[in-house]
């Protein structure tokens, strides 16, 4: 009876000190199930603005005032979702206008009207989720939403050597081509990135936009750029 006695309390000894050890391997299976359970967003990321950003102070206070009310920001995305809906491989394009420059968003942050341009591929909610994926990324840069479009959207990203070379086309409403800055874009000798970009990104690129047009309606304007250093690349 005693030898059984003590047997018995061993097994509980051990299932005492294993219970701790249970719990601890059961509350990580189920924090890594739930963090695999929500996987981030992520994708491609191109701004162009009617202003350059890559440039000197002279030729930007020149701008201030002046220019860069226009920009058009591009988000490709590779993975993810958004308000429960699968965003993977659709591009949403959200073209703005402000009443000031787009310069230096940290210390006066344009707020403006937009024209949404939505992946002609997507479904009602992935439409509603792009949506609501661009004006949460641009914030307060996009006041009200005047238009809503739906287009074939044809990406193509960092496809070159410094990853700076991009070309958008969002049907016929939107056509974005970029390249790499070399040394003939250096007017001043002084230039860098003399804004920051319009979003949070990762892998910040300046880039010299060869053409930036938009056709479409609902900002009472259109207009075709060509031959600035008003591009950013990167990633989100």
Known sequence: MFARLVQTNKGIEMK????????????????????QGAPAISGD?????????????????????TAGREGMLVWSIREGSWNGASLAGLTVVAVVQTHETLGDIRYQRGAG???????ERATAAQCEALKSFARAKAGKLI??????????MTVAMGRCASGSCATVKAGNLVE????????????????????????????ALAAFTEVAAF???GLDTTWELTGKRSAFLGTF
């Open 215 to 217: 056709r479409g309606t």
């Open 176 to 203: 974005i081509s970029t390249r790499c800055l070399g040394g003939k874009d250096h007017l001043c000798g002084n230039e860098e990135n003399y804004y920051p970009p319009l979003t949070e990104i990762d892998g």
């Open 45 to 65: 990321y191109l701004e162009v603005r009617s202003c350059d950003v890559f440039t000197g102070a002279c030729i930007a206070n020149s701008e201030m005032g």
């Open 16 to 35: 005492t000190k294993l219970l701790p050890a249970l719990l601890f391997s059961l509350s990580t299976v189920i924090t890594l199930v739930a963090t």
């Open 143 to 152: 006041r009200q939403v005047v238009n809503v479009n739906s287009a074939p």
């Open 113 to 119: 009207n937009a024209v949404l341009i939505v992946d």
